[in-house]
Nanobody
């Protein structure tokens, strides 16, 4: 069993930076994939960035070169460094993890002003 809690969301000006953090607790050593999804109002929840257990990282095309995902060896934390943010990045960002089940955090709002 794993619990995920996001933090770090807020209001940021376009071009600025924000760092999201997800604290994972429970049986975190069993986790394989850990990453971030986002969902804008009325839109589908889409992958932002994910790091697989072997270290392979995937990013959405829209965030490549701007966002960086990181996770610790104990799988107790996954972070998303967001640089050069755009208004299009405005969404609720959800921490995601998977072992034999899928886990979601409650989400944290990121709003980017023009």
């Amino acid at each position: 069993q794993v619990q995920l809690v996001e933090s770090g969301g807020g209001l940021v000006q376009a071009g600025g930076s924000l760092r999201l953090s997800c604290a994972a607790s429970g049986n975190t050593l069993s986790l394989n994939d850990m990453g971030w999804y986002r969902q804008a109002p009325g839109k589908q929840r889409d992958l932002v960035a994910i790091m697989h257990n072997g270290g392979f990282t995937q990013y959405a095309d829209s965030v490549k070169g701007r966002f960086t995902i990181s996770r610790d060896n104990a799988n107790s934390k996954v972070e998303l460094q967001m640089n050069s943010v755009k208004p299009e990045d405005t969404a609720v960002y959800y921490c995601h993890a998977r072992d034999w089940r899928i886990y979601w955090g409650q989400g944290t709002q990121v709003t980017v002003s023009s």
